[in-house]
């Protein structure tokens, strides 16, 4: 069992920085691709970012491409996202979570999920 957890959300003006992290405990999550998801209030969860286990091959959805870096940390057993230049349309939830193939998380299939960590972009 793989349990995530999520942190560095918080309140931000437009055009402004956060890092958000997401540490695995209970279980090293090697071998798994990881992935970060957002949802904001009455719309659909989206796939934002996800990076593979081995190559360290990255994915980003549009929206965010140039913006946001995904990157992980083995050794410490935690993936980062990096958002820049933050839009209000940006405000969600965001989720960590991991699963068995880079394919599969990008498809949105996914075996382990964190709680979620608030970002909200002010105007």
Do not use: H
Not at 18 to 37: I, K, Q
Not at 69 to 80: E, L, Q, Y
Not at 83 to 88: A, E, F, T, V
Request: net charge positive; charged share 15%.
């Amino acid at each position: 069992q793989v349990q995530l957890v999520e942190s560095g959300g918080g309140l931000v003006q437009t055009g402004g920085s956060l890092r958000l992290s997401c540490a695995a405990a209970g279980r090293t999550f090697r071998g798994y691709a990881m992935g970060w998801f957002r949802q904001a209030p009455g719309k659909a969860r989206d796939i934002v970012a996800a990076i593979s286990w081995i190559r360290g091959t990255t994915y980003y959805a549009d929206s965010v491409r140039g913006r946001f870096t995904i990157s992980r940390d083995d050794a410490k057993n935690t993936v980062f996202l990096q958002m820049n230049s933050l839009k209000p349309e940006d405000t969600a939830v965001y989720s960590c979570a991991a699963g068995g193939s880079f394919g599969t998380v990008v498809r949105g299939t996914l075996d382990y999920w964190g709680q979620g960590t608030q970002v909200t972009v002010s105007s």
